[in-house]
């Protein structure tokens, strides 16, 4: 693992100086799946393997490799080399799924706040890749995006939005292509209505979206329908819908 991390910082670093300015350590380790994840000494639940996971589904149990050969110290260690090999000001993150959701949340929180005590972590990646419907954004209900965001800004460091989508089921007609749209635009004005510059609760530094265009099979053979641009590559509704809430901020500050 280590020496992983040594070269892969250290090719970057040497031949692209100061073009990594942050590095996802380690991805989606918490689980909270029974009998998937076994508790640390810290009280949060690590993935010990999988059965499903998102479009995929095993036929036994795959092993998280890292806990099976390193136990639960690997999440720590990760870390800890990638502090040691990283330059001066590039940041670290812990990056996952499901962010939202109360158990998975709360776990997430204690491992996060474990690593901080340690001073070897900057930030959370938290991944929206959500439907129409799930979860509630701008709502206090719990589970709801607004309220996962309340919770992690309480650690006081960065956090950065990766993967978003909003996944369409039904048919691309004009209406459906619409609430596709508002569910952009509602998600993009609670970011920045709770970002620190606008007077919210969180560093929020960084929004970066899931895939670039639809119809691109990323994980099955089916079409998909979450994305700014259409298969032609030609912006949705839902590409200006994300982008007005900047537009409007940015007129407001102006005037």
């Known amino acids: 693992m280590?020496?992983?991390?040594?070269?892969?910082?250290?090719?970057?670093?040497?031949?692209?100086?100061?073009?990594?300015?942050?590095?996802?350590?380690?991805?989606?380790?918490?689980?909270?799946?029974?009998?998937?994840?076994?508790?640390?000494?810290?009280?949060?639940?690590?993935?010990?393997?999988?059965?499903?996971?998102?479009?995929?589904?095993?036929?036994?149990?795959?092993?998280?490799?890292?806990?099976?050969?390193?136990?639960?110290?690997?999440?720590?260690?990760?870390?800890?080399?990638?502090?040691?090999?990283?330059?001066?000001?590039?940041?670290?993150?812990?990056?996952?799924?499901?962010?939202?959701?109360?158990?998975?949340?709360?776990?997430?929180?204690?491992?996060?706040d474990e690593l901080k005590q340690k001073g070897i972590i900057d930030g959370i990646g938290l991944q929206p890749t959500v439907g129409m419907n799930y979860p509630t954004l701008n709502s206090d209900s719990d589970g709801s995006f607004k309220q996962c965001l309340e919770k992690y800004a309480k650690l006081g460091l960065e956090l950065q939005v990766t993967e978003l989508s909003f996944k369409l089921t039904t048919p691309a007609t004009t209406s459906f292509l619409e609430d596709q749209a508002k569910r952009y635009g509602e998600f993009m004005q609670l970011l920045i209505d709770m970002d620190s510059d606008n007077g919210g609760p969180c560093n929020i530094t960084s929004v970066t979206v899931f895939g670039i265009c639809d119809d691109y099979p990323l994980y099955t053979n089916s079409k998909q329908n979450l994305y700014l641009w259409s298969k032609y590559c030609e912006p949705k509704p839902c590409f200006y819908s994300f982008i007005q809430p900047g537009l409007d901020l940015l007129a407001k500050k102006n005037n």
């Open 2 to 112: 280590e020496s992983y991390i040594a070269q892969v910082m250290g090719n970057c670093q040497d031949n692209y100086p100061g073009v990594i300015y942050c590095w996802d350590v380690v991805n989606e380790c918490i689980c909270v799946d029974a009998g998937s994840y076994i508790v640390t000494k810290g009280g949060w639940k690590l993935r010990a393997s999988t059965l499903t996971d998102n479009d995929f589904a095993h036929d036994e149990a795959i092993s998280n490799y890292w806990y099976t050969v390193m136990g639960e110290t690997y999440v720590e260690k990760a870390f800890t080399y990638a502090r040691k090999y990283a330059d001066e000001g590039v940041k670290l993150f812990y990056n996952d799924y499901n962010v939202f959701q109360v158990e998975k949340r709360d776990n997430i929180y204690m491992m996060v």
